[in-house]
């Protein structure tokens, strides 16, 4: 299969889709795609693509949930190193 985003070649191949939802971040695991070689676009066949919006438009049902992950968020907005401690404070935020 040709990449329609540059012509070039790509693989088949399993991949991991995320996708924030009012619930929060949903992974749909193991979905065939097509990645390319040259710009690394990805490509889901239409079967798999209607798969995809199926689980979205019906909110991901509970039925079809395989297993919960825990994710580490952070943040950077504590970190006491960050660029704007290197600007005087009357020009923070000027």
């Not at 991949?15 to 990645?35: C, R």
């Not at 798999?48 to 039925?63: C, Q, T």
């Not at 994710?71 to 935020?93: A, H, T």
């Amino acid at each position: 299969m040709a990449c329609i985003e540059c012509g070039k070649k790509t693989d088949p191949t399993e991949l991991n889709v995320t996708m924030w939802t009012d619930k929060g971040l949903v992974v749909i695991e193991n979905v065939p795609a097509h990645v390319c070689h040259d710009c690394e676009e990805q490509f889901y066949d239409d079967k798999i693509g209607a798969k995809i919006l199926d689980l979205a438009n019906k909110g991901f049902p509970r039925d079809k949930l395989v297993r919960e992950i825990t994710v580490p968020v952070y943040s950077i907005d504590d970190d006491e190193s960050g660029p704007d401690n290197d600007i005087p404070e009357e020009r923070q935020g000027a």
